[in-house]
């Protein structure tokens, strides 16, 4: 659940010191009121909440305020209010789900809101807004000092009360080498620095990887040593979401300065399928939106990646969730009984619980959570709602009734079977078992 769009910025002076800058804005209370029901509904049931603060819905009116310019400006912040109306019953908050994407897909191709683009060598590109060679690094930069100031106002003035935790949640996909060169095992690995590590690795004490300094050079921020202690250790928990895999080939750009930006700063090309033709998994959605592949076997390499990375006792301490995964419909706008006849998400959901049950069971890895995307199919961003994630169907032209899916008995009898000798614990089976029984 994400709090932003009701709730809107809040003044944190008061917990930050009379120094602080933040913008103040009202609270939505008829919406905070709902929330705080909601949440005391869950609380009374034996649901527990996870809390996304920030999930990409920033209103309109503050990204078109020139005094405040969304995310390009620092020193936005509203998690106080949050923490203080809702802590009594949440005790796992997000700051931020997928600063990557809000950043890159927000300000770099434009894709979503607040659809800024100035690259017009972007396929189908008639945006002329922004700077996209600039903006997706700024806004993520951004994004990761608010998160810095939210978790010191957590840690400082309710977390040891409330006793809860707090985190971010991260995408990434896996890349592999598209052919057996070492420019494309460079290139892969660039892919993943530009995903995963530009958010990670300063919350790990570090600054943005080497790979990124190179190919953004004076395009990307840099962190005072303030901020960097800030934000160092600034993590309770991990959330990552994982849905595929693609293959990375290396590639140098020679374009102009104002046409470079994320995608052309990582000097690689991403495809589906490698030098020899093979796809790296199989096909997941419609053919005019097939950005997922079954790779379930790379989410253990991800895990790996990140174990190697940031270092096995440092992350053993860490506990992860896989916050989101799942897939899509393979076809648009099925008939209901054959969307509800899901025997492909099946196989991913299935394939992709076992590479991680086995991973955990083998390696250890200190995975405490795992989240299907989604529960029901929902509104997708630019996609609307023509890609259908849900383990129910929901009929939204008729009164938004729900039909369970072969996915979900199966997900259900999945999680009864689960005992103590399974190596995953399934956050979501109290929501489960709680909730189906009224969807039915």
Known sequence: MSLMKPVIYQDTSQFLGSEAKWKLYLMNERICMLYS????????????????????????????????????????????????????????????????????????????????????????????????????????????????????VYRK???????????????????????????????AQRCI???????????????????????????????????LAILHGSIDFIGYNYYTAYYAEHIEYDIEPSQRWHETDRMANTHYANSEGNLIGECMGPPDNDWIYNCPWALPKMLEWLRQRYGKQQLSSIPIFITENGTMDDMEDMPRHVACNDLKRIEYLKATLQNLGACIKEHGYNVQGYFIWSLMDNFEWNSGLRSRFGLYYVDFANKQSRYIKRSAEWY?????????????????????????????
């Open 37 to 152: 029901t909601f949440s005391h509904i869950n609380f009374a049931v034996g649901i527990e909440p996870f809390i996304t603060l920030y999930h990409w819905d920033l209103p309109l009116w503050l990204e078109n305020d020139v005094n405040v310019r969304g995310w390009l400006t620092k020193g936005i912040v509203y998690a106080g209010s949050c923490f203080k109306l809702f802590g009594d019953k949440v005790k796992n908050w997000a700051t931020f789900n997928e600063i990557r994407t809000m950043a890159v897909e927000g300000y770099g191709n434009g894709s979503k809101a607040p659809g800024r683009c100035s690259i017009s060598a972007l396929e189908n590109s008639k945006k002329t807004t922004g700077d996209s060679s600039t903006e997706p690094y700024i806004v993520a930069h951004n994004a990761l000092l608010a998160h810095g100031a939210a978790v010191q």
């Open 157 to 187: 003035f309710f977390q040891a009360d409330q006793k809860g935790r707090i985190g971010m949640v991260v995408d990434g996909k896996w890349f592999e080498p598209f052919s057996v060169t070492r420019q494309d095992e460079d290139a």
């Open 193 to 227: 620095e530009f995903e995963i590590a530009w958010i990670l690795d300063p919350l790990f004490g570090m600054d943005y990887p080497d790979s990124m300094r190179k190919g953004a050079a004076n395009r990307l921020p840099k962190f005072t040593d303030e901020e």
């Open 412 to 440: 259900r009898e999945f999680l009864l079977q689960n005992d103590e000798k399974n190596n995953l614990k399934l956050c979501c089976y109290q929501l489960w078992s709680k909730v189906t029984s009224k969807l039915c």
